[in-house]
Nanobody, 121 residues
């Protein structure tokens, strides 16, 4: 069974940087659009960034200019570079991607378990 595996979370001081990564646990046929969400307990899940098949990107206004989403198709990996981090960026960051596991199958949404990012002095 394919899983999305996330890494790179941790504790960082305000103004610091982290890079998150997310990739399938095994080889797959194809990956469509990839997304980063974040979740704060008691709050609505927020879409942070999106990157399409062609590499086009979209960002939430709260992170625009500070976060950069990218993908490495050779590694089937999506990254989220987070700079100038603020305490309000503290959340569980969750990876989402549309995957085609079999060459004759369709695309289905897969979700990672999430990685904790804490921004505090």
């Amino acid at each position: 069974q394919v899983q999305l595996v996330e890494s790179g979370g941790g504790l960082v001081q305000p103004g610091g940087s982290l890079r998150l990564s997310c990739a399938p646990s095994r080889s797959i046929d194809a990956i469509g659009a990839m997304y980063w969400y974040r979740q704060i307990p008691g709050k609505q899940r927020e879409l942070v960034a999106r990157i399409g098949i062609s590499g086009n990107t979209n960002y939430a206004e709260a992170v625009k200019g500070r976060f950069t989403i990218s993908r490495d198709n050779a590694k089937n990996t999506v990254y989220l570079q987070m700079n100038s981090l603020k305490p309000e960026d503290t959340a569980v960051y969750i990876c989402n991607a549309a995957l085609r596991v079999q060459d004759s199958g369709g695309f289905y949404d897969y979700w990672g378990q999430g990685t904790q990012v804490t921004v505090s002095s």
